[in-house]
C-alpha cells in the first residue's frame, strides 16, 4: 500500500478530484471522568499520518448527492459521507448536489477514524467546491453532530483534545515514522466505554505535563481483555519498539525514529497483521492539498 501522494489527484472523470481521508492515532489517551449525561471527560492528543481513504468528489448541478462506496452492508443513507453532505446541504441551502466514490482503504473499528475523517473530508470539501463560505470552526461545530472525532479532522492540525474531544488546543508533537498494525477483529467503542474496570479517574494534566510524561493509553487494558488478538500484536510489536493502542479501536502502533527501521520491522511482521507505515503528520494531507 502506497501513502498519499498528490501528484495525480484529478481523476479519470472530468471534473472529479480526489481528496484524501487520512488516518489519525491518539499518540496518548486518558479517561478523567464520566458526566451526568453518559459521556466521559477526556484528554488525548492527535496527530495525523500520511496514509488513508481517498474520496473521489464531482459536483451535480442538481441537489441530488450520489454516495458510491466500497463497503458492504451499508445503506447509503447511514454513511457518515452522505450524513455530512446532506447536513452541509440543509445547513447552508445549498442548491448545487455532488457525485462521491468513496476507496475505503482503513478498515472499520480500527480506531484510526475512518468513518470520522471520511466525514471531515466530506465536509471541507464540499464547503470548498459549493463555496458554501463556512468557516473551519463553523465546519467543525456542524462536523461534532456527526461524531465527537469529527472536528480534528475538520481542523486538520495536531491537537491536544479535552472534554469530549470538542476542546482543542493545536500543538506540533515530533513527527514520528510509525508502524499500525490490526487483527481481524472489529471493536465496539460502546463496549469499552461501558467495562465497569475502565479507568475513569486520570488526573486531568496540562498539554505541557502530558507531552513530559510517557504516553499511555486508558483503554488499553480493557481493550487486551476482551480482545487476545490485540494483545498478541501489541507483544509482538513491544519487542522492536515502543508500542501502544490507539483509540478504542483494535490497532496497535509503534513508533520509529525513521522510515527505515520501521519498513524492516514491518517487513517481518506476521502475515495474518493488516497494517502499514506511515509518517506523522502536525497539518492533515488533505489541509495540505487545498492549502488551507
Same mark, same amino acid.
Given at each position: 500500500?502506497?501513502?498519499?501522494?498528490?501528484?495525480h489527484q484529478l481523476n479519470q472523470l472530468a471534473g472529479t478530484h480526489r481528496?484524501?481521508?487520512?488516518a489519525k492515532l491518539n499518540l496518548f489517551l486518558y479517561i &478523567?471522568?464520566?458526566?451526568?449525561?453518559?459521556?466521559h471527560e477526556l484528554q488525548t492528543l492527535f496527530q495525523f499520518v500520511d496514509f488513508g481513504d481517498w474520496l473521489d468528489i464531482q459536483i451535480r448541478p442538481d441537489n441530488h448527492? +450520489?454516495?458510491?462506496?466500497?463497503?458492504? &452492508?451499508?445503506e447509503e443513507k447511514d454513511n457518515l459521507i452522505y450524513r455530512a453532505a446532506n447536513l452541509l446541504q440543509q445547513h447552508t441551502n445549498c442548491k448545487l448536489g455532488?457525485?462521491?466514490?468513496?476507496?475505503k482503504i482503513l478498515p472499520m473499528g480500527g480506531g484510526i477514524g475512518g468513518g470520522s475523517s471520511n466525514a471531515a473530508t466530506t465536509l471541507v470539501v464540499l464547503n470548498h467546491l459549493w463555496q458554501t463560505g463556512l468557516s473551519i470552526p463553523e465546519l467543525a461545530k456542524l462536523g461534532l453532530t456527526l461524531g465527537a472525532d469529527v472536528p480534528i479532522f475538520v481542523h486538520g @492540525?495536531?491537537?491536544?483534545?479535552?472534554?469530549?474531544?470538542? *476542546? $482543542?488546543?493545536?500543538? @506540533?508533537?515530533?513527527?514520528?515514522?510509525?508502524?499500525?498494525? *490490526?487483527?481481524?477483529?472489529? $471493536?465496539?467503542?460502546?463496549l469499552i466505554f461501558s467495562d465497569p474496570h475502565l479507568t475513569r &479517574?486520570?488526573?486531568k494534566k496540562s498539554l505541557e505535563e502530558c507531552l513530559q510524561q510517557k504516553y499511555e493509553n486508558d483503554c488499553e487494558k480493557i481493550v487486551l481483555d476482551h480482545y487476545p488478538e490485540v494483545e498478541e500484536i501489541l507483544h509482538w510489536l513491544l519487542k522492536y519498539a515502543p508500542a501502544r493502542l490507539t483509540g478504542t479501536g483494535a490497532c496497535i502502533f509503534a513508533?520509529?525514529? &525513521?522510515?527505515?527501521?520501521? @519498513?524492516?520491522?514491518? @517487513?517481518? *511482521?506476521?502475515? +495474518?497483521?493488516?497494517?502499514?507505515v506511515a509518517k506523522g503528520l502536525n497539518q492533515s494531507p488533505l489541509h495540505q492539498l487545498l492549502h488551507l
Open positions: 500500500m502506497q501513502r498519499y501522494h498528490f501528484s481528496y484524501p481521508s487520512p &478523567n471522568g464520566k458526566r451526568n449525561d453518559g459521556y448527492i +450520489h454516495l458510491i462506496n466500497n463497503l458492504p &452492508n451499508l455532488a457525485n462521491i466514490f468513496l476507496d @492540525q495536531s491537537a491536544f483534545a479535552e472534554g469530549v474531544g470538542e *476542546k $482543542i488546543t493545536y500543538c @506540533q508533537p515530533e513527527e514520528k515514522w510509525y508502524i499500525v498494525l *490490526k487483527p481481524d477483529v472489529s $471493536i465496539s467503542t460502546a &479517574n486520570t488526573a513508533e520509529f525514529d &525513521n522510515e527505515q527501521a520501521a @519498513q524492516a520491522v514491518f @517487513q517481518a *511482521k506476521p502475515p +495474518h497483521y493488516w497494517g502499514f
